[in-house]
């Protein structure tokens, strides 16, 4: 767990500077085999994960019902929950959070990873 902070945060300063697409593959050997962690965007990952493991309760139409009035559908209301760390938190069933997708599998690695990197790179909405 200390290692994937430390390798966040190390990813988080490389990728300010440039250099940090051509030293990917070295830095973290371990992340991104058979994982794709460049240029990780909210419209060609994030909203995808979302839309498929979380909408079915937090869309728009759902989220009263089912979703306990949080919604994620569209990028402010995900951003919110990106900001407030409720997101992170749930997906990576952190106690502090109810885990989340309920009742069904945890999202898999890479697919946390792709979040844990969009959100640490201010949660942009790319
Ligand atoms: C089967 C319905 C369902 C699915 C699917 C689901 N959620 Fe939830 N979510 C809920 C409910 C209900 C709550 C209210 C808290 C509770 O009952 O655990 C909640 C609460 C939350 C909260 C606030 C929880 C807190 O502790 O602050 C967040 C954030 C959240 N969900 C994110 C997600 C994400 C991200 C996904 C997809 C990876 C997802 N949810 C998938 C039903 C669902």
Same mark, same amino acid.
């Not at 209301?77 to 109810?98: E, M, V, W």
């Given at each position: 767990?200390?290692?994937?902070? +430390? &390798?966040?945060? @190390?990813?988080?300063?490389?990728?300010?500077?440039? !250099? %940090?697409?051509?030293?990917?593959?070295? &830095?973290?050997?371990? +992340?991104?085999?058979?994982?794709? =962690?460049?240029? /990780?965007?909210? @419209? #060609? #990952? /994030?909203?995808? +994960? +979302?839309? @498929?493991?979380?909408?079915? !309760?937090?869309?728009?139409?759902? %989220?009263?019902? %089912? *979703?306990?009035? /949080?919604? &994620?559908? *569209? %990028?402010?209301?995900?951003?919110?929950?990106?900001?407030? *760390?409720? &997101?992170?938190? =749930?997906? =990576?069933?952190?106690?502090?959070?109810?885990?989340?997708?309920? *009742?069904?599998?945890?999202?898999?690695?890479?697919? $946390?990873?792709? $979040?844990?990197?969009? /959100?640490?790179?201010?949660?942009?909405?790319?």
């Amino acid at each position: 767990m200390k290692k994937i902070l +430390i &390798l966040l945060l @190390s990813l988080f300063a490389f990728s300010i500077q440039s !250099c %940090y697409y051509d030293n990917e593959e070295e &830095l973290y050997p371990q +992340i991104t085999d058979g994982c794709d =962690t460049t240029n /990780v965007t909210y @419209s #060609n #990952n /994030v909203q995808k +994960i +979302i839309s @498929s493991r979380c909408l079915g !309760c937090h869309s728009d139409a759902s %989220y009263k019902d %089912y *979703g306990g009035g /949080v919604a &994620l559908e *569209g %990028y402010n209301n995900l951003k919110s929950s990106a900001d407030n *760390g409720g &997101l992170i938190g =749930t997906i =990576t069933h952190n106690p502090d959070y109810s885990a989340m997708p309920k *009742g069904a599998n945890k999202l898999d690695d890479c697919k $946390i990873e792709q $979040i844990k990197i969009w /959100v640490a790179q201010g949660a942009k909405n790319n």
